[in-house]
């Protein structure tokens, strides 16, 4: 059996480079690692860290095509944070005039949860543990 050590990173790729951009770092608080330029692709990378550990790939290219993302959609349904206080991540989500969808309780462990979008509408959940 293939032996796996853990999550590396989750690649996204955004429709505009400078929205997407402030939204990892303004919003959500990430850590930019590394920014490369690759002129040769029309194309920015972005590596993003969370607490000291790295996450994030953010690409950009030209005219990408567009994907359905919805949280129940076939594919990669969502990225998921987790929060220790869901009110206080809302708060501050709210604070940037961002609107989580409302809370729910994952009816498995009765914790706490709610969705918002990336700018590009990527399912973005947090979990409050």
């Given at each position: 059996m293939l032996k796996l050590n853990a999550i590396h990173h989750i690649a996204i790729i955004c429709s505009d480079y400078?929205?997407?951009k402030a939204f990892y770092t303004e919003?959500?608080?990430f850590n930019i690692d590394r920014?490369?330029?690759?002129?040769?692709?029309?194309?920015?990378?972005?590596d993003l860290s969370l607490n000291g550990q790295y996450c994030i790939e953010l690409f950009s290219f030209p005219s990408p095509p567009a994907r359905t993302s919805r949280p129940e959609a076939c594919g990669l349904r969502h990225i998921a944070f987790e929060v220790t206080d869901?009110?206080?991540a809302i708060i501050a989500l709210n604070a940037k005039e961002i609107y989580p969808e409302p809370v729910r309780v994952d009816e498995f462990t009765g914790k706490r949860f709610t969705f918002f979008a990336d700018p590009d509408d990527l399912p973005i959940e947090l979990y409050e543990v």
């Open positions: 400078q929205k997407s919003v959500l608080g920014e490369v330029l690759r002129a040769e692709r029309q194309s920015y990378k972005l869901i009110e206080e």
